[in-house]
């Protein structure tokens, strides 16, 4: 799958931690960052720190660690799976000036595992990183349940 380009957007979901079928805002962000040459957009708040994507999690890696921001965000499936496998795992604060010392950016939900992120407006990531593998290789040996 194509990395993705974001742009961060001021936006709050209503709820965010409640799945609900309520996505015009996070929708609308989307768009208007399709129409500024985006992929997508990242939702931040009035101080910056980033939360989550219109419809997928997101994730960076500093170096030593995976951090997901601690911001009140839907816990989608796949980051919770990864939480659990990846021991180098911690939730932190991510804030719009802490981009240029990530190593790595990525967006994670079930229909898409891990996905690179390879820019969050001017900072730029790379497409691919050892820890990508590595998070996808976690994510596709997690065993399945029956139902």
């Known amino acids: 799958m194509a990395p993705l380009r974001v742009q961060a957007a001021h936006y ?7 799945k609900h079928v309520g996505l015009f805002g996070a929708l609308w962000h989307r768009r208007n960052a399709q129409l500024e040459g985006f992929d997508d957009c990242v939702f931040v708040d009035a101080e910056a720190y980033l939360s989550e994507g219109a419809t997928w999690n997101i994730g960076f890696y500093d170096g030593q660690q995976v951090i997901w921001p601690n911001a ?5 499936v796949t980051m ?3 939480q659990q496998v990846h021991d180098a795992s ?7 000036a802490d981009l240029p010392r990530m190593e790595a950016a990525f967006a994670t939900n079930t229909a898409i595992g891990v996905r690179a992120i390879t820019a969050i407006n001017e900072v730029e990531f790379p497409g691919e990183h050892p820890v990508l593998r590595t998070l996808r290789k976690e ?9």
């Open 139 to 147: 994510y596709e040996e997690i065993p399945t349940e029956a139902l």
């Open 80 to 82: 919770r799976l990864l």
């Open 90 to 96: 911690a939730l932190g604060p991510v804030n719009i």
């Open 72 to 76: 009140e965000v839907l816990p989608g």
């Open 12 to 18: 709050v979901r209503d709820l965010p931690e409640v």
